[in-house]
């Protein structure tokens, strides 16, 4: 098969795997059969078991099929693509330090939103989205895009699973957390619903996150070849 099948069908097993094992109906089953820590086992067991193959995959058929478009020459999308894998970076870091409540592993209340959950409720997964699209930018071959599509298929769609997930299990007290917050970044603080205070300034996300980016820009030749974001 040609290699933008290969990856388009990873990817599709990844997400669909993915979304399957964490669903209403698989997912209370597993955990009834098998027990919670089991369950998160087997969870990362599929999901390693189908990103691996989609990055090896890629990894060795990188601008595969027709080129969709170009915009590599384009000095200010190169910067854009550069300040959105920035954002990504101090999202994630983030997202280590002030995890959302219905996170894996993460405590179920957090006393109110505070922090980077001022400006989104899932900055992870907003990190993944703008990891993908900021490479996408990039990458305009068929496969690549396919590639890196598959981060924000995964930030948008996790999110909004992982919210109607945690309404069921948690009921009112995530309702209100979720009424309190924004998917959209800023959105809360745009509309009133939440006030962003000095306190709130995550300094230790910044700079990790920026810490991470020149490392990136340095190593990304070396470690990936080509373009530093392609």
Do not use: C
Request: net charge positive; proline share 7%; glycine share 12%.
């Amino acid at each position: 098969m040609d290699a933008t099948v290969w990856i388009a069908l990873w990817a599709a097993l990844f997400l669909g795997t993915h979304f399957a094992i964490s669903s209403a109906a698989v997912r209370p089953w597993l955990i009834g059969a098998v027990g919670e820590q089991p369950y998160r086992g087997i969870y990362s067991l599929v999901a390693f078991a189908t990103l691996g193959p989609l990055i090896y995959e890629f990894a060795y058929n990188k601008h595969a099929g027709p080129m969709l478009w170009y915009l590599r020459a384009d000095a200010p999308i190169r910067w854009l693509a550069w300040i959105l894998m920035f954002i990504a970076l101090v999202l994630f870091v983030a997202s280590l330090i002030n995890p959302n409540p219905g996170g894996l592993g993460a405590p179920a209340s957090s006393g109110g939103p505070r922090g980077v959950l001022k400006i989104t409720r899932h900055p992870g997964f907003v990190a993944f989205t703008l990891f993908g699209l900021g490479h996408m930018m990039m990458n305009g071959w068929l496969g690549d895009a396919i590639f890196f599509g598959t981060f924000p298929a995964l930030g948008i769609i996790g999110g909004m699973h992982q919210d109607a997930r945690k309404i069921r299990e948690l009921g009112e007290r995530y309702r209100e957390f979720k009424a309190k917050t924004s998917f959209v970044p800023f959105a809360a603080l745009v509309s009133g619903r939440q006030r962003w205070t000095s306190g709130d300034m995550p300094w230790a996300a910044i700079g990790a996150g920026a810490v991470l980016t020149i490392a990136i820009v340095a190593l990304h030749p070396m470690m990936f070849g080509g373009h530093p974001i392609g």
